[in-house]
């Protein structure tokens, strides 16, 4: 997905420069690369056998922006979190930290303006095997953890 080439876009930079100092409290991050993404990547929007739905709202936003997505969704169980952040080295590096930013933006701001629950647990059996051991991330969404949990 983030090698197509589009006009579409899902986040904005103008976006990100006063939404991630308003609900994460840092100055928001330079992004380096840009690329398309699903933009709405939580479970819900997943199937086992994978398939990814609600396709509406894809369009270009910052390098590992689905991954952060999906990791934030994840927080409320462990293991698939430390899962996620495993399968996508990209979280937690200078270059995902705008997504994970930008990210827990949202959902703060989501939850702030009480459009929507925080998210749900992906559904039992949807992910199989053993987790590695779980590290606490060094990431913006860890905030997004702390105000679930």
Same mark, same amino acid.
């Given at each position: 997905?983030?090698?197509?080439?589009? =006009? @579409?876009? #899902?986040? @904005?930079?103008?976006?990100?420069? *006063? &939404?991630?100092?308003?609900?994460?409290?840092?100055?928001?991050? /330079?992004?380096?690369?840009?690329? /398309?993404?699903?933009?709405?990547?939580?479970? #819900?929007?997943? %199937?086992?056998?994978? @398939?990814? +739905?609600?396709?509406?709202?894809?369009?270009?936003?910052?390098?590992?922006? =689905?991954?952060?997505? +999906?990791?934030?969704?994840?927080?409320?169980?462990?293991?698939?979190?430390?899962?996620?952040?495993?399968?996508?080295?990209?979280?937690?590096?200078?270059?995902?930290?705008?997504?994970?930013?930008?990210?827990? #933006?949202?959902?703060?701001? %989501?939850?702030?303006? *009480? *459009?929507?629950?925080?998210?749900? *647990?992906?559904?039992?059996? +949807?992910? @199989?095997?053993?987790?590695?051991?779980?590290?606490?991330?060094?990431? &913006?969404? %860890?905030?997004?953890?702390?105000?679930?949990?």
């Amino acid at each position: 997905m983030a090698a197509v080439d589009t =006009d @579409r876009v #899902a986040v @904005r930079q103008q976006y990100m420069d *006063r &939404a991630i100092p308003e609900f994460v409290g840092i100055p928001a991050p /330079a992004v380096t690369c840009w690329t /398309a993404a699903h933009a709405d990547l939580h479970w #819900a929007n997943v %199937t086992a056998p994978l @398939r990814i +739905l609600d396709w509406e709202g894809w369009g270009r936003a910052p390098e590992g922006f =689905d991954a952060a997505t +999906l990791y934030a969704y994840s927080l409320l169980q462990e293991d698939v979190a430390a899962r996620v952040r495993d399968a996508f080295p990209v979280l937690g590096s200078p270059a995902g930290l705008a997504a994970e930013a930008t990210v827990c #933006a949202q959902l703060l701001q %989501t939850v702030a303006t *009480r *459009r929507q629950p925080p998210p749900r *647990r992906p559904a039992p059996g +949807l992910v @199989r095997g053993t987790p590695p051991p779980l590290s606490p991330p060094n990431s &913006a969404v %860890t905030l997004w953890a702390g105000y679930c949990g």
